[in-house]
């Protein structure tokens, strides 16, 4: 037992909480006058020494319990912040700090001795920590014991209150969602735009993409429609184009990822690739370049397939609106499709899996069909036709260009119009021949060109009458209805009908909804509240300045940063911070500034890098002028975090940006009414923001901008930038902890402040 500690945490228990200590004094004093009754009556002298010996040792080994328990938080802040972290995030329950090998065992003192102990976190803790600091109080139990199992000789409660901390809020904590959330939409946008990781994009207006890349790591919410100029356009994660009337247009190859969904009409100008579901619930043109569908593909209203726009589809395809194949259209094995309004194949078709239509298609080109097949409504077959699955026919069928082959059953419910073509039913590939059913009239206005070859079967309709079956001989005499069907085959079975007998039944087909595609469940698009991000409240900094009787000191940016009084001076803005004293700073971490007048920044500042935690407070008649980019730089191992504040009004941010990396956080309060707000990175390929950039302004401008194309923007969602700010954040600072939030050393220059509040022995 390490007395000399011992005393010392005695000392400091006795400093925060007297009357324990004393209630810990009379305790060993009564277990000694206890003791030594016990040995001057008994006589048995040795024995009480040795009970009162092992008293004594499982009081020693609880004492060192805990002050292990002490020194675990005290000596190794990695560990202790881990731990601390753990209860902060998961709240009461007992947690070990110190355990045998197995759970709820005690550990050996040292290895030659029968001292063993355990300390665990015990009870509620009092979590007292904001973004600023505060303070955490918990409760440890330490037990004793002569072995790893068995019941405790000795226990101790230690109490101790943990200082030195913060609690990092971590974005999603604050409920953000997004890198870059726009009310207004964005206008200009020169840059391009790339979400890197983490955060989504949302865009409540119009926003549109000029002269770079767009790519979207996460999800992607476009409320006004969108505009894609040059490069491409690509989205890893879900996307959501929620606008029903205005036009988004895909001037550049788009890939998407993940699910998409359209309610409003959309325009592909080159390629496009959809890797899982496509919905589209207003028209769509797609008017060059490829078109592949790799997952459902559903199409609610109007679709068009331009001449050099041929399409290929993967699985299921959905068309409940008419549809027009200018070029090729493929459906591969598993591709099942449903056209429910008219259909137009202007080229050639493959469909290598189960269709149904019930609208009235039309196939200019030749087409073919690998498996079952059902037309509901009239068809047309302008070239030829391949049938190589069970096919039905419940209209009109008319022929045009070429001749139709049936390698399996088919059957003709409605009049057929062979107009000098042949339908012919050939042996498939087994050498298996089938029926050929007709069920109503059989018309060739081309003489006898016109032909079915095959076994054809009938049924009569009652009694021994035959279904309608007519056909135009060579002088034009037209069989009646009430006419044998069998009379009327046989005359002309070597002539225009070559049958093969005379057993006239209709077969049954499969029955077509067993087998028609599914409608698609669309997907439910998030509502616009579920996808705006949080406002945060500047004023929770004005609250605590010292006109409130608080301690932060805002300063004004023209004595803070100029020296002129108009440019800004990065060699005195640096002199302002370092001389700053850090407890006029807000929540004891970030310099306030606050722009009032007209600040720019000159390209002398362009090449600066100054890693510094500063919130610049934008004020209505306020301007901050980066000069195209031209503000300083922050390392990337920076930990550090910027806020750029632009306030109600006519508050104005203008083109800015940075030639390398931007730590921080891109501000735009509601009421802001400025003309336009544009921010304007560098090109140069170095040029990112790590943070994000919210703007909620409904009627100001917000321009995207690099001057110069090729280079599109990354913004790095990062939650430490987002975290640094909670306290902003009305929901948050100040309030009840989250399961998301961290916690970390409120200063990096020494470890966790740990203090005694009180021990007892029991």
């Known amino acids: 037992m390490n007395r000399f500690k011992f005393k010392k945490l005695l000392a400091g228990a006795c400093k925060n909480g007297g009357s324990t200590i004393v209630g810990v004094m009379a305790a060993l004093v009564f277990i000694g006058i206890v003791t030594g009754f016990m040995v001057k009556n008994t006589g048995a002298q040795s024995a009480a020494s040795a009970g009162y010996g092992s008293v004594m040792t499982m009081q020693s080994t609880a004492a060192s319990g805990v002050v292990a328990t002490e020194g675990f938080f005290s000596n190794d802040s990695a560990k202790g912040l881990a731990f601390i972290d753990t209860i902060v995030r998961f709240g009461g329950g007992d947690k070990f700090v110190f355990s045998g090998t197995a759970a709820n065992q005690r550990r050996r003192l040292s290895s030659s001795s029968n001292q063993y102990f355990s300390s665990k976190k015990t009870g509620q803790i009092q979590n007292n920590l904001t973004a600023s600091g505060g303070d955490l109080k918990a409760g440890f139990q330490v037990a004793a014991g002569k072995n790893a199992k068995g019941k405790a000789l000795k226990t101790a409660m230690a109490f101790y ?95 998407f990822d993940s699910v998409v969904i359209f309610k409003g009409p959309v325009q592909f100008l080159s390629s496009a690739t959809f890797k899982q579901g496509a919905y589209f619930l207003k028209g769509v043109s797609f008017t ?18 331009a001449s050099n726009n041929p399409a290929t589809f993967q699985q299921r395809a959905y068309f409940t609106g008419k549809v027009r194949f200018e070029a090729t259209a493929t459906f591969q094995n598993s591709a099942s499709a449903y056209f429910g309004g008219d259909a137009v194949f202007a080229s050639s078709a493959l469909f290598n899996s189960v269709v149904q239509f019930d609208g009235k298609p039309t196939f200019n080109g030749n087409v073919t069909f690998e498996k079952w097949v059902y037309f509901g409504a009239n068809v047309v077959f302008g070239s030829a036709g391949t049938f190589r699955g069970e096919t039905y026919f419940g209209n009109t069928v008319t022929l045009g260009g070429s001749n139709l082959n049936f390698y399996h059953r088919v059957g003709f419910e409605g009049n057929v119009f062979l107009n000098g073509k042949v339908i012919k039913s050939n ?11 007709i069920g109503g009239k059989i018309t060739d206005q081309w003489r006898d060109q016109g032909k079915i ?85 500047i004023q929770q900094i004005y609250n605590a300045d010292t006109a409130h009787g608080g301690n932060v000191v805002i300063l004004n940016a023209i004595q803070a940063m100029t020296t002129n009084g108009s440019t800004f001076d990065m060699v005195k803005l640096r002199q302002t911070y370092t001389n700053a004293n850090r407890s006029t700073f807000y929540n004891g971490t970030h310099l306030v500034i606050e722009i009032t007048s007209s600040i720019t920044v000159n390209n002398s500042v362009a090449n600066e890098f100054f890693d510094a935690n500063i919130i610049y407070i934008i004020k209505a008649g306020g301007t901050l002028n980066a000069g195209g980019g031209n503000f300083y730089s922050n390392t990337d191992s920076a930990t550090t975090s910027t806020l750029i504040y632009v306030g109600s009004g006519n508050a104005t941010l203008q083109q800015f940006g940075t030639k390398n990396t931007f730590r921080g956080f891109i501000y735009i309060d509601s009421l802001n009414n400025a003309t336009t707000n544009s921010i304007h990175f560098s090109t140069g390929g170095k040029a990112k923001i790590i943070g994000a950039v919210h703007n909620f302004s409904r009627t100001s401008g917000f321009e995207w901008n ?57």
């Open 427 to 437: 042996m498939d590939a087994d050498g298996n021949k089938y029926d050929v059913s």
């Open 161 to 255: 209150q943990f200082e030195n901390l913060k609690r990092e809020v971590v974005a999603g904590s604050v409920g953000a969602k997004n890198a870059m959330y726009s009310q207004k939409g964005i206008t200009n946008a020169d840059a391009g735009l790339t979400i890197d990781s983490g955060g989504g994009a949302t865009f409540m207006s119009y926003a549109k993409f000029q002269n770079a890349a767009a790519v979207f790591d996460q999800t992607a919410y476009f409320g006004g429609g969108a505009y894609f100029m040059k490069d491409s356009a690509r989205f890893k994660d879900k996307a959501y184009f929620v606008d029903t009337l205005t036009k988004t247009e895909f001037h550049v190859k788009a890939i």
């Open 706 to 762: 690099t001057g110069s194309s090729g280079y599109s923007t990354p913004i790095e969602f990062n939650t430490s930038v987002l975290g640094a700010f909670a306290s902003l954040y009305p929901s948050v600072g100040g309030g009840t902890p989250s399961s998301n939030d961290n916690v970390t050393l409120r200063n990096n220059s020494h470890g966790i402040d740990v203090k005694p509040l009180g021990v007892y022995f029991y």
């Open 453 to 537: 070859e095959g076994i054809l079967q009938s049924l009569p309709a009652t009694g021994s009458k035959a279904h309608d079956v007519y056909y135009t001989s060579n002088f034009g005499n037209l069989y009646p209805a009430n006419w044998n069907a069998l009379d009327v085959f046989n005359n002309f079975a070597n002539k225009k009908l070559d049958t093969e007998t005379t057993v006239w039944r209709r077969f049954t087909y499969i029955n077509k909804d067993s087998l028609k595609t599914p409608i698609p469940t669309i997907p439910l698009v998030p509502a616009d509240s579920a996808r705006r991000d949080p406002q945060l409240s």
């Open 288 to 305: 060059n370049g490829t078109a592949s569908f790799n997952g459902t593909a559903y199409f609610s209203d109007s679709a068009s397939f």
